[in-house]
Structure formats: C-alpha cells, structure tokens
C-alpha cells in the first residue's frame, strides 16, 4: 500500500511538470528508468503508467521470500536475522550446509536457498568446530558491531563489542585528538554515545567494564584527562536513563564508583582538558 500511494504521487507530480516516465535502452542494452516530456518518442523507450510500475512493485515484493517444504529445515531459521546485507543465523546447525556453493541448484534440493552465484558470502564465524554429528560446536562469531561466543552446550552465550577497524592490518585513529579544529562541545557528546552503545552489545558487567577502561585510554591518547573522562561517564550513566539495555546500568555504575571511588572523590582541580570534556 505504501509503494502504491508513492507510485501514485510521484506520476501525480510530474505529471503536474508535463513529464511521464520511460524505460529507456541503454547502447549496452541495459535499461534506465528516466521522467521525460509527455510526448517523448523513441524506438527504445517504452512509456511507463502507473499500473504497470505498481505491477512490478507487487511482483517484486510478493517473490521475495523462500519457502521450505520441511517444517524441521524452516526450524532452523527461527533465530536467523538480517540487517542491510548482514546476515546472522542463531542455534542453526545446519547453516554450513545452506553456504556451500557446491550445492546442485535445483527444486529437490532444499539447501540450495541462496544463489551464491550472484552472492558474495563470508563465513565470519571463528574456527567453527564440526562434532561428529555433523553439527557447529565451540563457535565464536561477530555480527555488525557485536561479537557473540557460545559458552555452554545449552546455548548460553556472551556478547561483547566486536570493532572490525582494530583488526586491520595498520594502526587508525578512532577518535579526533582533543586539540583538534573541532566544536568542543560534540567532545562529552561522542564520548557518552561510546560507553551507552556498550550497554546494548555487553551482555555481563565485566565486559562493559573492560570496554569502558579501554574507552577512557583511548581518549587518554587523544589528549583528554583521565579523571575528567571518568567523572563524565559517571554522571552521564547517573542523569541518563536507558531503554532496555542488555546489562544494568546501576550494577556497572557501582562498579565502576568502587573502581575509581579514590579519584572522584578528589577536589575538582582539572585543567581546561577537563572542561573540554
């Protein structure tokens, strides 16, 4: 319904601009959607109403799905995601098998989901073990920002901050340095949208812990103070109230008082890094 009413105003529009929309063929033989005037005339350029587009909406949309004809194979997608082009199965012992681009492509052959032809796939999973059972034991993965390891037979896992720049082959610069020619402001800004991202990627207290110490050190390098970085994550996980996060903002913030209690209950004599912050 919502591509129709798009459809529907967009023609609205440029009709209103005295303009209709055309298929045109390209000199490699590719076709190119284009608004030209009404009475545009070409022998390869084919008029395109509102009908026909809104057609090809519904084709489109109503053929993007996949269906399994086993119930026990379409189990296995309950915990499968997809955000953008990331893909991330859960609990699928079997996913191996949907990745192989060895699979014969035919209808007798349900693990032949994806056209790996047309798809380039890459297994982020860390040195997936196969039982002998043929399914995935001891695995350790990441997902866009997020790095997630089995612990337990059960299906217990720990999630943690996963950040793909550090894995590169050469050294990057995260962060701008606190003397650079940028707005002062945006600086506490940056800072706290770090640690509060660590909230919905950390699954233990620990870990969040860590991932803050390291936070600070970084900033520390950039040129910040560290009793001030450390009294401004304190008061903006104290003010700052989060929705739902993974871990209890209240159990880190304890934590992290008894951590650091000797610093923030020192006199606030910072220099001018400390506002900065």
Excluded at 27 to 49: F, I, Q, Y
Aim: aromatic share 10%.
């Amino acid at each position: 319904m919502a591509m129709t009413n798009l459809v529907n105003l967009a023609f609205m529009h440029q009709n209103h601009l005295h303009k209709d929309l055309f298929l045109i063929q390209k000199k490699n033989g590719e076709l190119e959607a284009e608004w030209k005037p009404l009475h545009h005339s070409s022998v390869k350029a084919t008029r395109m109403d509102p009908t026909k587009v809104i057609e090809l909406n519904h084709f489109i949309i109503w053929n993007t799905y996949v269906r399994l004809g086993q119930y026990d194979l379409l189990c296995l997608f309950e915990h499968t995601f997809r955000y953008m082009d990331d893909l991330v199965s859960m609990n699928n012992p079997m996913i191996l098998h949907f990745l192989d681009p060895d699979q014969v492509e035919s209808k007798g052959n349900l693990f032949w989901i994806y056209p790996l032809r047309f798809l380039a796939m890459q297994n982020e999973m860390d040195n997936p073990f196969i039982g002998t059972d043929g399914s995935l034991v001891n695995l350790s993965a990441h997902f866009l920002s997020l790095q997630i390891q089995i612990i337990w037979v059960d299906g217990t896992f720990l999630t943690t901050k996963y950040d793909k720049r550090q894995s590169l082959p050469f050294k990057v610069s995260l962060y701008i340095h606190r003397d650079s020619n940028h707005p002062v402001a945006n600086s506490s800004k940056v800072i706290l949208g770090q640690v509060f991202a660590l909230f919905y990627l950390i699954n233990i207290a620990g870990g969040v812990i860590l991932e803050i110490d390291n936070l600070v050190e970084c900033f520390v390098e950039k040129g910040f103070h560290r009793y001030a970085l450390r009294r401004l994550i304190l008061s903006g996980l104290d003010r700052i109230i989060l929705t739902s996060p993974l871990t209890p903002v209240q159990a880190v913030m304890e934590i992290l008082f008894d951590i650091w209690r000797e610093l923030a209950n020192r006199p606030p004599q910072l220099d001018d890094s400390a506002n900065s912050s």
